[in-house]
């Protein structure tokens, strides 16, 4: 089965604060998502990668960075927690040619304080 | 763009019952179609998928769906609904490249 692993499940933070969101793939992907969920929002997508050292935008980047220095691993890194970027953030991953199928992690729920 | 609609933020049904939720795709061409389901605290589970062919497809935990392309709908269904089928669920969309475009998501609560 793929895993999808996010290093925490609760995160509390202070406002101000650089946070670093881990995300690890065992399944050799060549695509790693990072999203974030609000209620009535569903999930909106903030980066991508398709491939190492390599990142798009997704609809909702700022106040957000990522990093993907090797493939299994992709990190969503916010330079300085605002109120508003508390959420829950999930990592998702897929294969190049799967057809856009996207396997999740557990999600990490961040309060910034 | 695409863009996927659910019209429905929250659904309650009794165990037992017949289960259908709504969604809505916009896309030029014959897209990729996807449900997942979230339960509580959790990630996101893929139940079933459309790329092409047969326009009603299975899925897992007993859910189908029927792409309808006149109707630009996706609609996921379930003939007797289990407590355990409370969750959110997300209708998802890929018209091109790597990307899903997911919509708000049906809450879906379930009466014993």
């Known amino acids: 089965d793929v895993k999808v692993t996010q290093s925490s499940r609760y995160l509390v933070k202070r406002t101000g604060e650089k946070v670093f969101l881990e995300c690890v793939q065992d399944?050799?992907?060549?695509?790693m998502f990072w999203y974030r969920q609000d209620p009535g929002l569903g999930l909106r997508l903030i980066y991508f990668?398709?491939?190492?050292?390599?990142?798009e935008k997704g609809d909702i980047p700022e106040g957000y960075s990522v990093s993907r220095e090797k493939k299994e691993r992709f990190s969503l890194i916010l330079e300085s927690a605002s109120t508003n970027q508390t959420s829950m953030y999930l990592c998702?991953?897929?294969?190049?040619?799967?057809?856009?199928?996207?396997?999740f992690g557990a999600g990490t729920r961040l309060s910034v304080l | 763009a695409q863009s996927v609609t659910q019209p429905d933020i929250h659904i309650t049904v009794s165990e037992g019952a017949s289960l259908e939720l709504r969604c809505n795709y916009s896309y030029g061409a014959t897209p990729y179609l996807f449900w997942y389901v979230q339960s509580p605290g959790q990630g996101l589970q893929l139940l079933l998928k459309y790329f092409s062919g047969d326009t009603l497809v299975q899925g897992i935990k007993g859910f189908e769906a029927e792409f309808k392309r006149s109707q630009s709908s996706f609609n996921l269904r379930k003939p007797s609904v289990h407590w355990s089928d409370a969750a959110e669920y997300f209708c998802a969309v890929a018209g091109g490249g790597n990307k899903l475009t997911f919509g708000t998501g049906t809450q879906l609560k379930v009466e014993l």
């Open positions: 998702a991953s897929s294969r190049q040619d799967a057809k856009n199928i996207q396997y």
């Open positions: 990668s398709y491939d190492v050292k390599m990142k």
């Open positions: 399944m050799d992907h060549e695509n």
